[in-house]
């Protein structure tokens, strides 16, 4: 198990007691990390205390205001690659043979493709397909860094410390396309409505189609001999 992987998938989940409890040896993984360097490191203190010790419900507050209302931060990673295409339906479905493949099971009521339930899967496998699928998904993570640090946001530190796990370098090409959508105000009612009013998730006969990006992904997913993954934190 990659406990590091596993910390960062429970801090980017719905903050709950059992959460806040967890914090102090979560942070505690973190800060042995010898992956990330120290700049990273010290970059993760102030969530992780602020997790560990805020009041529950303004965190919970802030949460859904930046992951459940921000569609630009979407912890559903396929959202910035298709939105609500066919072509995400199919990737999703995927994803969802591949967890029952390898015996995983996380206990969510999230999409296949949250950030949080592929992190805890990813903890499960061999470090360098683990690097590999991270950094097929490093420009995503980039632009969330980025979004979150122009909001003064603590969870940039997260997003910044994934890609250092990844090793990937910068696509600049890819990091600039998805920086060029345009942010909403969360507190913006009527332009989150146009936003969300797309076509839904079809879930289509040819899983990946059109998605190459997918595609590498689950081709480094072997199946794997059943792990026993820990719960998934969720709301």
């Known amino acids: 198990m990659d406990r590091s992987l596993k910390a960062i998938s429970l801090i980017l989940s719905y903050p709950t007691p059992e959460l806040q409890a967890a914090m102090p040896e979560i942070g505690g993984v973190l800060a042995s990390e010898t992956r990330l360097t120290a700049a990273a490191r010290r970059a993760l203190r102030p969530l992780v205390d602020d997790l560990g010790g805020g009041d529950i419900y303004a965190l919970q507050e802030r949460y859904v205001m930046l992951f459940d209302r921000s569609r630009t931060l979407s912890l559903n990673l396929f959202e910035h690659v298709h939105?609500?295409?066919?072509?995400r339906g199919g990737a999703m479905v995927s994803l969802v043979e591949m967890y029952r493949a390898a015996g995983f099971d996380p206990v969510t009521s999230e999409l296949p493709d949250h950030l949080p339930v592929?992190?805890?899967?990813l903890a499960t496998r061999p470090a360098a397909e683990t690097r590999d699928i991270l950094a097929d998904a490093a420009h995503i993570l980039q632009a969330l860094a980025a979004r979150l640090e122009r909001r003064d946001s603590a969870y940039g530190a997260v997003f910044a410390a994934l890609v250092q796990l990844s090793g990937a370098r910068t696509d600049k090409a890819a990091l600039?396309?998805?920086?060029?959508q345009p942010e909403v105000d969360p507190e913006d009612l009527d332009a989150l409505d146009a936003v969300w009013e797309e076509t839904e998730v079809r879930f289509g006969p040819d899983p990946g189609a059109g998605c190459p990006q997918v595609r590498d992904m689950l081709s480094r997913m072997d199946p794997p001999i059943t792990?026993?993954?820990a719960p998934h934190a969720a709301e």
């Open 227 to 229: 792990p026993d993954p």
């Open 83 to 87: 939105g609500e295409s066919r072509d």
């Open 176 to 180: 600039a396309e998805l920086l060029d």
């Open 118 to 121: 592929l992190l805890e899967f």
